[in-house]
């Protein structure tokens, strides 16, 4: 994977930093040849060979659930033909859209988002790949030019990569194939695991790659089975869309007689590596079976308000302790601000509380500090990071927001992250670094005038204008 620009300074300087026990003031940081933090010291003064970030210094997040393909539909799904728009029509149209991927849009598309994602905060993103192959092929080596399409645009703009190559084989618990408008879809485990070799084999400090299943609905319990076993004795993340509808819910229990989460619990699949995306629809007691199994959540808030999908139990994944993170998913928003006011703002509408993050279980502190420590280390996990943020070892990467940002004017030091989340609209990051690397530099992003001018062709030719 290349970078955007060579590393030009192995010793930066902050005046305030947010380090793994809270913000600190005075922070010097090294980062090593691999583009590793190699030394994070607070209370340094600055040294005259070290950069001076203009502005408080954040590690930056990973993005844990998108379909890149689906930046050319966001803004696109909110004109409605007849009345009853829901998840399914929506899924339906969206189809069509993922119909007429081809590599060479898939690449442009994937350009623009990532590009978006980096000044929106993250420094990584789990891709959500079931983009199989080219629509009218076999599903084989076009599996390779799909996915290698997101390899290479995650490295044009710099951004760090989980790739997740998806099983997919169905289209619900009755049907045993796909529609005609899912073919393209298609994997199956052996397929899934030759994607995440695939990608592997190319290894970087900012591309690693897990595997995924898109839904209970969509693979047969056999192959979950089978892609389980095949993932025996490697670390590698796997994730799953998991009761994100009562309809997806409902079916489940027709089925199987047990709801999703349940069932992945009864037949012993989940552990750590795994991921559930959504899980808008659970019980107490299957976020209890999550929890002794040290699974994970992966929750996207702007994307399941714009889906009408629900609000998940978050004062119950916060009581068990479970790993969470957050995802753009459909890509009706590329900031992790964004999508953590829209975390507790949704809980705050539904239990008719405020700061209900800090209420389950009740504690003394800041909305903001909580949920990000959590999805700081739960984006980690669901990349597949043993490491992360700003500290010895972790990958030198990290946010700048500007000290002109008048959200922060005048903010006591320990309040500085309630402002950069709850008073919005923010200024844009003002730097930002991948690896010890700079992909964002004084706002400025290399190559964004060229990345736009392609996507802007492919949506036009996408949809006709």
Not at 13 to 25: S, T, V
Not at 50 to 78: D, I
Not at 268 to 278: E, I, N, S, Y
Request: aromatic share 6%.
């Amino acid at each position: 994977m290349s970078s955007t620009r060579p590393m030009n300074h192995q010793r930066l300087w902050a005046d305030l930093a947010w380090l793994p026990d809270g913000w600190q003031r005075h922070v010097l940081l090294e980062i090593d040849s691999a583009g590793r933090w190699r030394s994070v010291q607070a209370g340094v003064p600055c040294p005259a060979d070290a950069l001076r970030l203009n502005g408080p210094a954040l590690p930056g997040l990973v993005n844990a659930h998108s379909h890149a393909h689906q930046r050319a539909f966001a803004g696109l799904a909110e004109h409605v033909d007849q009345p009853g728009d829901n998840f399914w029509s929506w899924r339906d149209r969206m189809y069509r859209v993922a119909d007429s991927i081809t590599p060479a849009s898939l690449h442009a598309i994937a350009t623009q988002l990532y590009g978006e994602m980096l000044e929106g905060g993250y420094t990584q993103v789990c891709e959500f790949h079931y983009l199989a192959h080219t629509a009218g092929e076999p599903a084989t080596e076009q599996a390779h030019a799909l996915s290698q399409a997101v390899v290479d645009a995650a490295s044009e703009v710099g951004i760090g990569l989980t790739l997740l190559p998806v099983l997919y084989e169905r289209a619900g618990f009755t049907q045993p194939a796909l529609r005609p408008d899912q073919q393209r879809f298609h994997r199956d485990a052996e397929a899934v695991m030759a994607a995440q070799r695939h990608v592997a084999a190319q290894g970087h400090i900012s591309l690693n790659a897990g595997v995924a299943v898109h839904s209970l609905r969509a693979a047969r319990p056999a192959s979950l089975h089978r892609l389980r076993a095949l993932c025996e004795g490697q670390d590698l993340p796997i994730h799953i869309h998991v009761a994100e509808q009562t309809a997806e819910v409902d079916d489940c229990l027709q089925a199987t007689g047990q709801r999703p989460v349940q069932w992945l619990a009864a037949e012993g699949l989940l552990d750590a590596r795994w991921q559930l995306v959504h899980a808008t629809h659970v019980t107490p007691e299957e976020i209890e079976a999550t929890g002794r199994a040290g699974s994970g959540v992966v929750i996207c808030p702007t994307t399941e308000a714009n889906l009408g999908d629900g609000l998940t139990d978050l004062p119950g994944w916060l009581r068990a302790g479970t790993p969470l993170s957050v995802g753009s998913d459909s890509q009706v928003t590329r900031c992790w601000r964004e999508e953590l006011r829209w975390l507790e703002y949704g809980q705050r509408l539904q239990w008719r509380q405020r700061n209900v993050a800090m209420s389950h279980p009740p504690a003394a502190g800041a909305t903001a500090s909580r949920l990000w420590q959590a999805v700081l280390a739960g984006g980690a996990a669901a990349a597949g990071q043993t490491s992360w943020g700003l500290q010895v070892g972790a990958r030198a990467d990290l946010l700048v927001a500007p000290a002109t940002d008048a959200a922060l004017a005048g903010i006591p030091t320990s309040r500085t992250l309630d402002a950069l989340v709850f008073s919005s609209p923010g200024q844009a990051w003002s730097d930002v670094m991948v690896a010890g690397r700079w992909t964002l530099r004084d706002g400025e992003r290399p190559g964004k005038a060229q990345h736009q001018a392609r996507f802007t062709e492919v949506m036009r030719n996408l949809w006709g204008e």
